[in-house]
């Protein structure tokens, strides 16, 4: 996962070199965890609906 958040800190610095690295790289992983914890929360959602 640290490979994704390099990488994208990286194509984000490229697009806005003046955000500076620690803000791109703190944007990268707060967008990186809210993705993931709406991900969780649809597979959560989806495995009590099979249970029903």
Do not use: W
Request: aromatic fraction near 8%; charged fraction near 35%; glycine fraction near 6%.
């Amino acid at each position: 996962m640290s490979d994704l958040i390099g990488t994208y800190t990286d194509r984000l610095l490229q697009l806005a070199p003046d955000l500076g690295r620690s803000a791109a790289e703190g944007f990268v992983n707060d967008l990186y965890y809210a993705a993931q914890r709406d991900l969780d929360e649809e597979v959560a959602e989806a495995e009590l609906e099979r249970e029903e």
